[in-house]
T-cell receptor, first 116, second 115 residues
Framework: DSGVTQTPKHLITATGQRVTLRCSPR?????VYWYQQSLDQGLQFLIQ???????AKGNILERFSAQQFPDLHSELNLSSLELGDSALYFC???????????????FGPGTRLTVT | AQKITQTQPGMFVQEKEAVTLDCTYD???????LFWYKQPSSGEMIFLIY??????QNATEGRYSLNFQKARKSANLVISASQLGDSAMYFC????????????FGGGTRLMVKP
């Protein structure tokens, strides 16, 4: 158990809909990262928050948005869903930002999104 | 250009033998870290081993070791004494300090351990 929790574990929805994925980081971790794992794109970074502020953006679509709340949990909002958005969405957390050290990013179990 | 390249999409290894999974990387940063993660069929991402760019010795964690060749920009994972439970996808990843600490992943290698 990494200490990172994600809900829901599975989500099935229709095209055009909007969903919210939730992540709670490990206790004490200030950074939250969202990753998408799909068959055609592989594992790719979407967005990072540190202590409530957006710090880095990767290949995140404009239809997707995220935020980190004062209690440090984060939500990833996916709207106008398309079939290609079907993927495993991971949240990861780490203590800091722009620090080179031996700590790994702790991954949550993921949310499997299926768009039909 | 790909930042992380894993050239072996799939590999077989006999149980109890050692296996090397290849990973090459591309960065112009001086400060970076290299990671290996295991993803079993259940889907979770399990951290295996870390190597920092300034670490002079190769990292080891139990049956896992990382063969770090900085000049060649390679960070191969060596698994000794393979077990059936090692069958999984393995991902090499890099974190660049100047890029904000997110991980960039390779395409993965599927390892299958034969009894």
């Amino acid at each position: 158990d990494s200490g990172v929790t994600q809900t829901p574990k599975h989500l099935i929805t229709a095209t055009g809909q909007r969903v919210t994925l939730r992540c709670s980081p490990r206790s004490g971790d200030l950074s939250v990262y969202w990753y998408q794992q799909s068959l055609d794109q592989g594992l790719q970074f979407l967005i990072q928050y540190y202590n409530g502020e957006e710090r880095a953006k990767g290949n995140i679509l404009e239809r997707f948005s995220a935020q980190q709340f004062p209690d440090l949990h984060s939500e990833l909002n996916l709207s106008s869903l398309e079939l290609g958005d079907s993927a495993l969405y991971f949240c990861a957390s780490s203590p800091g930002w722009r620090i080179l050290s031996s700590y790994e990013q702790y991954f949550g179990p993921g949310t499997r999104l299926t768009v039909t | 250009a790909q930042k992380i390249t894993q050239t072996q999409p799939g590999m077989f290894v006999q149980e109890k033998e050692a296996v090397t999974l290849d990973c090459t990387y591309d960065t112009s940063d001086q400060s970076y870290g290299l990671f290996w993660y295991k993803q079993p069929s259940s889907g979770e991402m399990i951290f295996l081993i870390y190597q920092g760019s300034y670490d002079e010795q190769n990292a080891t964690e139990g049956r896992y070791s990382l063969n770090f060749q900085k000049a060649r920009k390679s960070a191969n994972l060596v698994i000794s004494a393979s077990q059936l439970g090692d069958s999984a996808m393995y991902f090499c990843a890099m974190r660049e300090v100047n890029a904000g600490n997110m991980l960039t992943f390779g395409g993965g290698t599927r390892l299958m351990v034969k009894p």
